[in-house]
T-cell receptor, first 110, second 113 residues
Framework: QKEVEQNSGPLSVPEGAIASLNCTYSDRGSQSFFWYRQYSGKSPELIMFIYSNGDKEDGRFTAQLNKASQYVSLLIRDSQPSDSATYLCAAPYGNNRLAFGKGNQVVVIP | GAGVSQTPSNKVTEKGKYVELRCDPISGHTALYWYRQSLGQGPEFLIYFQGTGAADDSGLPNDRFFAVRPEGSVSTLKIQRTERGDSAVYLC???????????FGPGTRLTVL
């Protein structure tokens, strides 16, 4: 089992809808989780981090963490074409190195 | 303020050659990380520095890869006898200290012909 898994294929959502992305992790000791956005040809950009069980909201983004079930999710409300990108879930392992999922591509259709 | 910078942005080399990739972290960030990203995959950890020392180099694929950070700021990733399989985007990230968020540079796209 990989440390962090994102198994969903590309996600197409109409403009204004909610995009929902999920990520599971294997290490029960993980304490923090990060969501990065990566536009094509660009480097990852940190958009959200979450340390505690429950929800964390920042603008149109909401991160949800469920440590008992070992999953973390990202909701994008009122999706915009500019949200079209690959979203990477990451968790720190060992000496704070990040283990990444392979990413989920989101396409927002105008 | 200035973010993480990496040079060159693109590097094309021939199989068997030696390359150096440079990373300049955000000023004041003591932790520096190198990752490698292949097409369609998430970044893969290579090595992590805390200050001048390599705290974790477990991600380096083999002994052709080496990295230094002699003064605790700029880091250089060195690849000897490059192979076509080394082609990827090499990303550098820095953080204020351990357990803080990591910020990525623009990456160096390495192509080995």
């Amino acid at each position: 089992q990989k440390e962090v898994e994102q198994n969903s294929g590309p996600l197409s959502v109409p403009e204004g809808a909610i995009a929902s992305l999920n990520c599971t992790y294997s290490d029960r000791g993980s304490q923090s989780f990060f969501w990065y956005r990566q536009y094509s040809g660009k480097s990852p950009e940190l958009i959200m981090f979450i340390y505690s069980n429950g929800d964390k909201e920042d603008g149109r983004f909401t991160a949800q963490l469920n440590k008992a079930s070992q999953y973390v999710s990202l909701l994008i409300r009122d999706s915009q074409p500019s949200d079209s990108a690959t979203y990477l879930c990451a968790a720190p392992y060992g000496n704070n190195r990040l283990a990444f999922g392979k990413g989920n591509q989101v396409v927002v259709i105008p | 303020g200035a973010g993480v910078s990496q040079t060159p942005s693109n590097k094309v080399t021939e199989k068997g050659k030696y390359v150096e990739l440079r990373c300049d972290p955000i000023s004041g960030h003591t932790a520096l990380y190198w990752y490698r990203q292949s097409l369609g995959q998430g970044p893969e950890f290579l090595i992590y520095f805390q200050g001048t020392g390599a705290a974790d180099d477990s991600g380096l694929p083999n002994d052709r890869f080496f990295a230094v950070r002699p003064e605790g700021s700029v880091s250089t990733l060195k690849i000897q006898r490059t192979e076509r399989g080394d082609s990827a985007v090499y990303l550098c990230a820095s953080s204020l200290s351990v357990a803080n968020e990591q910020f990525f540079g623009p990456g160096t796209r390495l192509t080995v012909l």
